[in-house]
């Protein structure tokens, strides 16, 4: 079977759409973002722990914010309670942006990475 | 019920992802052999079906130009399901009219599969690029219907218009006399990748810097294993693979000769 020179053409093509991912990072190191949690309010912390268990937060913490937002804007309810049964303010800005005040250090090292955008600030203020 | 041994091939594909990584915690096998493994047969295999394209007769051929602009329509246009040929002679209406759906379907469910991948480049690209971040944003600015969640647009369209095809193939006659019997395979492959991906998204989350820090291992070559994530991953991950060893392997013809005469010149 004798080929054209085109079809070695799109052979080619394929082959590098298929490793473009692998060509655009050659040479480059698989290096994980760190968040930092070098915040005033966190070092003062003898006990430091979130509001939930710190893998329940890396998978669910939007589910969380969801959850607030539905229990404090629809229910009224100003308390969460956490799995260890301690008690928590509702509150983006008074609870999470208390101990995490260091938005590009933390937040933004994960969802830069991920490429998931954040838009907290599109209804609460900075 | 030509269908079910189709299902059962890929539910048993699942149990075994699941048994390798939830009970045997083989996550190196699944994370990282298996996916190298299905796009290197998948790239062989592509390959092999990109020469046999080059298969036409010569005798009878309409030369270079013609077929490749016959090519491009089909790639671009998907004429093969516009009922290949032109519209001012199709004889009848009725015959157009289905048809023409069926084509219109087959852009959107293309065109979603195009962009879900795209998507799935900001795993294995870093720093993103601004262009899929964009069109991750405007996938993704829906939240209405799930209450607690946003909604990619894509995966709705996606999965509808793959339930529109698998419905359409049981129940239509033309497909059930001519499908073989494990012809569903790659149907349900698609169906259980995308239900595996939505599930992550909604459902069993995972932690997506895990997930990128595997996707940046594989294209860096530094492989990276997350142990403490669910199963799910590890079936969406084996369910893609699957579909490329299919894609790879799989018997059936090239697309472009689902018509005879694709790679004929015009008679008369």
């Known amino acids: 079977m004798i080929y054209s020179k085109k079809i070695y053409l799109g052979i080619l ?9 692998f060509l655009a990072s050659l040479g480059k190191a698989n290096v994980p973002p760190v968040p930092s949690l070098d915040t005033p309010v966190i070092n003062a912390m003898a006990v430091k722990q979130c509001v939930e268990p710190t893998e329940y937060m890396k998978d669910y913490h939007m589910q969380l914010l969801y959850k607030w937002r539905d229990e404090y804007v629809r229910e009224g309810n100003m308390i969460y309670v956490n799995s260890r049964g301690q008690k928590y303010t509702i509150s983006l800005e008074k609870t999470c942006l208390k101990c995490h005040s260091n938005e590009e250090q933390f937040c933004q090292k994960c969802h830069t990475y991920a490429g998931v955008k954040l838009y907290c600030w599109e209804c609460h203020q900075k | 019920m030509k269908f079910l041994s189709s299902l059962l091939v890929v539910l048993a594909l699942t149990f075994i992802a699941w048994f390798g990584v939830g009970v045997l915690k083989l996550y190196a096998v699944f994370g990282i052999g298996i996916p190298y493994l299905a796009l290197i047969i998948f790239a062989i295999g592509f390959t092999n079906r990109l020469l046999q394209l080059e298969q036409n007769n010569p005798e009878n051929s309409p030369g270079t130009k013609k ?8 790639l671009l246009y998907f004429r093969s399901f516009f009922g290949n040929i032109k519209m001012k002679r199709q004889e009848s209406k009725e015959e157009s ?13 293309f065109g979603a599969l195009l962009i ?58 033309f497909m059930k006399n001519t499908s073989a019997s494990l012809s569903y395979v790659p149907l349900f492959l698609l169906l259980g990748s995308a239900l595996s991906g939505i599930i992550m998204v909604y459902y069993w989350r995972v932690d ?61």
């Open chain 2, 116 to 173: 879900i991948l795209i998507r799935h480049l900001r795993l294995f690209l870093n720093p993103v690029p601004s262009f899929i971040q964009g069109l991750e944003t405007i996938d993704s600015f829906l939240t209405i219907g799930f209450p607690h969640n946003v909604i990619y647009i894509t995966d709705i369209v996606f999965i509808v218009a793959l339930a529109v095809i698998v419905l359409r193939s049981i129940y239509s006659s």
């Open chain 2, 208 to 268: 997506i810097v895990s997930v990128k820090e595997l996707g940046m291992g594989l294209v860096t070559f530094r492989p990276f294993i997350p142990t403490n994530e669910g199963s799910i991953l590890f079936i969406h991950i084996f369910l893609v693979s699957s579909l490329l060893v299919y894609l790879a392997m799989s018997s059936r013809k090239p697309m472009y000769q689902w018509s005879t005469s694709e790679n004929e010149a015009n008679i008369g």
């Open chain 2, 67 to 74: 077929l490749t602009a016959r090519r491009l329509l089909e």
């Open chain 2, 97 to 109: 009219g289905p048809s023409n759906w069926f084509w219109a379907g087959v852009y959107i469910f």
């Open chain 1, 13 to 21: 093509i394929f082959i590098i759409l298929l490793i473009s991912p």
